[in-house]
């Protein structure tokens, strides 16, 4: 069908304008929001998750992390069905699990993983996280490549299922042993469909810039925890904007570096838990990613 001149100019007009109405339709920063990792709240959970769950989405979160799945058990006593209803119930997702992976790693067995990429679907989550190593398992050099070559694996499985798999780093990954270290071999030797998940809070404890990361390892990370260091005592958490971390220039960098996610986590409270974590949310939400 041909288009007359008079027509395509009044379309080309019409079309102009309405960029010219609507300027960030095109160019728009993708809205952030602050999630939660809910290992933070682990001593409260068990005994009553729905009400948790009620005082994380009244706190001002709109995105949680899971951890400690049991397929007998599910999460904290609901079915992965069952906890997804309560999580839309009160307006929250999760797109990511933390999930154990011990077997795989000890004894080369996906067994593990296939059941979390299984729960990790039904509850609508995009990443399948490593949470852990254990210590026996990445003494050295030639431990590192097995680790690589299993989260290699992994990730395929993972694919399979329609998910990601995604890796959680501590500040053991950063030890240097024959002249390197884990978390360097993570990133340089792992397949593109591995993605990361920096803890800030472990990445500057063991020395090490996140926003250098950021940049050396564009489009790598996709998730980041947001965890203060407590200025007298390093080794403890405190709330988000309390601590001796600065994050605006890191969560600046994180967002250009293509980090889509961003879960508090705090480990230790000195005061009320629920208290702590909506203050941290208040901070993450209106300081650093407004």
């Not at 030639?142 to 500040?171: M, P, Q, T, W």
């Not at 990954?173 to 920096?198: A, P, Q, R």
């Not at 986590?265 to 993450?284: G, L, M, R």
């Amino acid at each position: 069908m041909k288009i007359s001149r008079k027509t395509f100019l009044i379309q080309s007009g019409i079309t102009a304008a309405g960029i010219a109405l609507m300027p960030n339709a095109l160019f728009a920063k993708t809205t952030k929001n602050a999630g939660l990792q809910l290992y933070s709240l682990r001593d409260y959970l068990p005994s009553d998750v729905k009400g948790v769950i009620e005082k994380v989405a009244i706190s001002g979160y709109k995105e949680v992390e899971t951890y400690g799945y049991d397929p007998e058990k599910g999460f904290w006593g609901l079915t992965p069905k069952e906890f997804k209803t309560l999580l839309k119930a009160n307006g929250l997702t999760s797109p990511s699990g933390h999930y154990g992976m011990d077997h795989l790693f000890a004894a080369a067995n996906y067994d593990e993983l296939k059941r979390a990429a299984e729960a990790a679907a039904i509850v609508g989550q995009m990443y399948v996280t490593v949470p852990f190593l254990q210590e026996k398992e990445r003494k050295t050099v030639d431990d590192f490549k097995r680790i690589v070559d299993k989260i290699n694996k992994a990730a395929v499985i993972c694919e399979s299922a329609g998910l990601k798999l995604a890796y959680h780093n501590h500040d053991f990954e950063f030890t240097t042993i024959d002249g390197t270290y884990l978390y360097k071999e993570l990133l340089t030797s792992t397949s593109s469909n591995v993605y990361f998940e920096l803890d800030l809070y472990w990445a500057v404890r063991a020395g090490h810039d996140p926003v250098q990361l950021f940049k050396d390892y564009p489009k790598r990370f996709v998730m980041v925890h947001v965890k203060d260091m407590d200025k007298v005592t390093p080794n403890l958490n405190t709330e988000i904007g309390s601590g001796s971390i600065d994050f605006k220039l890191i969560i600046n960098q994180a967002i250009r570096s293509g980090v889509q996610h961003f879960f508090v986590e705090q480990e230790n409270f000195k005061i009320d838990p629920f208290q702590s974590i909506k203050q941290s949310a208040d901070y993450v939400q209106s300081t650093l990613l407004k």
